[in-house]
């Protein structure tokens, strides 16, 4: 047997109220017809308890525009994964804060995409998003639900970023995640511009690296495994926290997470399931196989866990067992998941 992941993303829905340049889920405003029933979501989470899972993300769509997210949500917190959320922040008040930390929730991340209310509003699709959002937080802080910021690092969000960070530390974050953007269907479709170049990634990188030194909360960057390298090559050390808390994030000394061991799986809201959002490669169906047996015996996750098989540059750098690259961009730009990282700057 292969041990499981650590986490698991569950996409309970397509349904969302917004309409992101980006989305990786290609969320729609309705709920599509083949989505796991309550009954079957239930049976999913568990064979994620009885797998042994840790950690478990209820991903959308908006996780809150579902009718039975609740029912669901304090299932899988009463099984004993600790169950947290990302949502786009619009539709939480008080009353909805309240319920979800009711529900077992021990986390929520909002996703903030500018310090600038037109910057999140153009890249989220309504006017006043911003504003909902930032209601959302406040909401979560006046119930003692923690929170964190999710952040999508793009060339129009680029020269906020240091004011990104800075908001999420003023607000009360337990962390700020900044998501390197891949160019998943949507983001062809709507805003490849927004792609960053090479230089681009490794100055930001560079610059969040050296901000970690002061900044009070972690600094994570989904999407880009060379970040935990420089954090490495220039033995940051935080002031406000023990250096050793770094290694929690994603891909310190070990690269990818994509359908490795203790890494990560991400399961659709019809029951597919893939490596990972940023690496959408079908791998089967918990309709007609588990996702233990999936993760168990999918050649396509053998191959992904073999380091020696990745090609070009990644396949022979020093670093490869230790980063790995983003197979997740590999794939969307090259259609080979063993590529080189076309966004890697290391070669």
């Known amino acids: 047997?292969?041990?499981?992941?650590?986490?698991?993303?569950?996409s309970i829905t397509r349904k969302c109220n917004l309409k992101c340049k980006h989305c990786y889920s290609d969320a729609t405003d309705t709920q599509a017809y083949d989505e796991l029933s309550t009954i079957e979501a239930k049976g999913l989470l568990d064979n994620l308890a009885k797998w042994g899972i840790k950690l478990l993300i209820f991903d959308g769509g908006e996780p809150l525009c579902r009718d039975d997210f609740f029912?669901?949500?304090k299932y899988a917190s009463e099984k004993g994964m600790r169950t947290v959320v990302g949502s786009n922040g619009v539709l939480i008040d008080i009353e909805m804060a309240n319920r979800m930390k009711n529900?077992?929730?021990?986390?929520?991340?909002?996703?903030?995409?500018?310090?600038?209310?037109?910057t999140h509003d153009s890249f989220r699709g309504e006017d006043g998003a911003f504003y909902k959002a930032m209601?959302?937080?406040?909401?979560?802080?006046e119930v003692g639900l923690p929170f964190q910021f999710g952040m999508v690092i793009r060339k129009q969000s680029l020269p906020e970023i240091p004011d990104m960070l800075r908001l999420a530390v003023e607000s009360g974050a337990?962390?700020?995640?900044?998501?390197?953007?891949?160019?998943v269907p949507r983001v062809k479709q709507n805003c490849p511009e927004e792609i960053l170049s090479k230089d681009e990634r490794k100055s930001i990188m560079e610059w969040l690296a050296e901000a970690q030194k002061?900044?009070?909360?972690?600094?994570?960057?989904?999407?880009?495994?060379?970040?935990?390298?420089?954090?490495?090559?220039?033995?940051?050390?935080?002031?406000?926290f023990p250096p050793h808390v770094l290694r929690r994030i994603p891909y310190y000394d070990r690269g990818c997470a994509a359908g490795i061991p203790n890494g990560?799986?991400?399961?659709?809201?019809?029951?597919?399931?893939?490596?990972?959002?940023?690496?959408?490669?079908?791998?089967?169906?918990?309709?007609?196989?588990?996702?233990?047996?999936?993760?168990?015996?999918?050649?396509?996750?053998?191959?992904?866990?073999?380091?020696?098989?990745?090609?070009?540059?990644?396949?022979?750098?020093?670093?490869?067992?230790?980063?790995?690259?983003?197979?997740?961009?590999?794939?969307?730009?090259?259609?080979?998941?063993?590529?080189?990282?076309?966004?890697?700057?290391?070669?």
């Open 135 to 141: 209601q959302g937080i406040k909401a979560c802080k």
């Open 1 to 10: 047997m292969i041990a499981p992941p650590y986490l698991v993303s569950y």
């Open 264 to 347: 990560y799986i991400t399961i659709l809201p019809n029951g597919d399931v893939i490596p990972c959002m940023l690496l959408q490669i079908r791998l089967g169906n918990i309709r007609e196989k588990s996702v233990i047996n999936i993760w168990n015996e999918s050649p396509i996750l053998s191959k992904l866990r073999l380091r020696s098989l990745l090609e070009g540059e990644c396949g022979r750098c020093s670093y490869k067992d230790i980063c790995v690259g983003c197979r997740g961009r590999a794939y969307e730009e090259t259609g080979n998941m063993l590529a080189s990282d076309p966004g890697c700057w290391l070669a």
């Open 174 to 183: 337990s962390a700020a995640e900044f998501f390197d953007l891949v160019q």
């Open 214 to 240: 002061e900044c009070p909360i972690v600094i994570r960057v989904p999407g880009c495994p060379m970040y935990p390298l420089i954090l490495k090559e220039r033995r940051i050390q935080p002031k406000h």
């Open 71 to 73: 029912e669901i949500a």
């Open 103 to 118: 529900a077992g929730i021990q986390m929520v991340q909002i996703s903030i995409d500018g310090a600038k209310p037109e």
